[in-house]
């Protein structure tokens, strides 16, 4: 039979990303929307990118960039880009200056079929713009401002 610091030890191995767990700050219920969004926003990314409600947890990574977050599975339609998107439970990524990059857990709708998307990245340019890249090559490309907090 297993002591009881042997099943505390089995319920902290089974959380996500356990292995990252003690370099990350966390944030619980409530606070994990406002704190995603000011975090994308220090990045140089639209606050908005993953509008999500109820998120249970959230971590981040300084040292790596490396970012989850864990809520319930659910879509949305960012009205302003007539765009679908669909969030996993578990959606992570890796954060840079104005780039998010392999990323789990997120899929937009694009001729009638979801496309997972791994990237996320906005340009220097005069009139920046928001690209989305999926592993089989298809992107867009948005105004940046149709993402923002509020989209």
Known sequence: MATTVEVVKQKELAKP????REKAVIHFGEECKLK???LFE????PGGLLPLQDIQEGGFVEET?????ISKKQQYHFKKADRHCSYAETISCYLKPKKMTKISGVKARDMMIWVPINEISVDDAAEPKIHFKSVGGLSRS?????????A
Do not use: D, I, K, T
């Open 36 to 38: 995603s969004m000011e």
């Open 65 to 69: 960039g490396f970012v989850w977050m």
């Open 142 to 150: 948005f105004n940046p401002e149709l993402f923002g907090r509020g």
């Open 42 to 45: 220090s990045f140089g990314l």
């Open 17 to 20: 990303f356990a292995e990252v």
